[in-house]
């Protein structure tokens, strides 16, 4: 209880005090606060969207599992071309004349996606299964011309492919091997198999998705998902979250170039919205020393508007 006059308040005999419970007032405004938060969790938050996995992705669009695995091992896909940091590739490489961030990195996070998506999880499943082994021995031995129209013939196929119980079937025709790897590349992924050893690793912790997502963006599905949920580029996307509002609205700012030209218009929108962003922040930084802007207040006295009530208070002084 708080009821003690000071020393101030006793010269003052006019002055009122009354009894005042600190403790009281703080545990009402907790559990208000606890009721007002719990009410907008419940009728205000977003819904909690499962996480998308290769699993769920070839569960519900086998044919573009099927035609993204194709891709994969024929090294047609965007990962195969995309450049640093995990292959060699240009598709993806984004510069403004000699400065390129992504070049100068250089490759350290490698991706062999014929090998990392298709072959090796496949080799790891295949134990004692003889057709499994025979088929991929078989793809291996051949040449890359031959590997290439195999890929190709079965990727027009896949065109008009049919799902029937969450298989793929195609036309007849010389696809090789082809087929029976990616049948058997489906159902590790159906069971979701093919997720856990995309995930494998050296280390205790398997927290490296980068594999499993780069497998997942070369297809359409997960772009498609993006594009309902409203979470691409030119969607405002980097501040929306999945389901509801209200995202990351602090993000505004850095996503708001991607909606206006020249930025929605090139190939390396990242890299000129990063270097946008960065003249930006520098000159917010270095306002107090550059000539001119730092005298703007002075020329349009806008805080006197604000502080009028100090600046009021300061004339009236003698």
């Given at each position: 209880m708080i009821n003690e006059r000071t020393p101030a308040q006793l010269d003052e005999p006019d002055v009122r005090?009354?009894?005042?419970?600190?403790?009281?007032?703080?545990?009402?405004?907790?559990?208000?606060?606890?009721?007002?938060?719990?009410?907008?969790?419940?009728?205000?938050?977003?819904?909690?969207v499962p996480s998308v996995t290769i699993q769920s992705w070839s569960a519900a669009d086998p044919a573009d599992f099927v035609t993204t695995a194709n891709d994969e091992l024929a090294g047609a896909s965007t990962t195969a071309n995309y450049g640093p940091?995990?292959?060699?590739?240009?598709?993806s490489v984004q510069s403004i004349g000699p400065i390129s961030p992504q070049s100068w990195a250089g490759v350290h996070a490698n991706v062999d996606q014929p090998h990392d998506f298709v072959i090796n999880p496949l080799k790891q499943a295949a134990g004692?299964?003889?057709?499994?082994?025979?088929?991929?021995?078989?793809?291996?031995?051949?040449?890359a011309e031959?590997?290439?129209?195999?890929?190709?013939?079965?990727?027009?196929?896949?065109?008009?492919?049919?799902v029937s119980n969450?298989?793929?079937?195609v036309a007849s025709g010389d696809y090789g091997p082809v087929p029976e790897m990616m049948s058997r590349l489906l159902q590790l992924a159906q069971t979701g198999a093919l997720d856990g050893l995309l995930l494998s690793s050296n280390h205790f912790y398997?927290?490296?998705?980068?594999?499993?997502?780069?497998?997942?963006n070369d297809g359409g599905y997960l772009a498609g998902l993006a594009q309902d949920q409203h979470l691409t580029g030119t969607q405002w996307g980097m501040m929306n979250e999945t389901g509801l509002y209200p995202g990351q609205t602090w993000l505004w700012l850095y996503t708001l170039w991607y909606?206006?030209?020249p930025f929605n218009g090139v190939s390396n929108a990242d890299l000129l919205v990063v270097l946008m962003m960065v003249i930006l922040t520098l000159l917010l930084m270095l306002v107090p020393l550059i000539p001119g802007l730092r005298d703007i207040p002075r020329w349009i006295p806008i805080y006197r508007v604000i502080w009028r009530g100090y600046y009021a208070s300061r004339s009236r002084k003698p």
């Open positions: 005090t009354v009894p005042y419970d600190l403790i009281k007032e703080i545990a009402i405004a907790m559990v208000v606060s606890l009721v007002v938060i719990i009410g907008f969790a419940l009728f205000l938050s977003s819904p909690d940091p995990y292959n060699n590739g240009t598709e004692n299964d003889s057709q499994l082994t025979t088929a991929i021995g078989a793809y291996e031995a051949a040449s031959q590997q290439g129209k195999w890929h190709d013939a079965y990727a027009k196929a896949l065109q008009d492919a049919k969450g298989q793929v079937t398997q927290t490296d998705y980068t594999k499993p997502l780069l497998f997942m909606q206006v030209p």
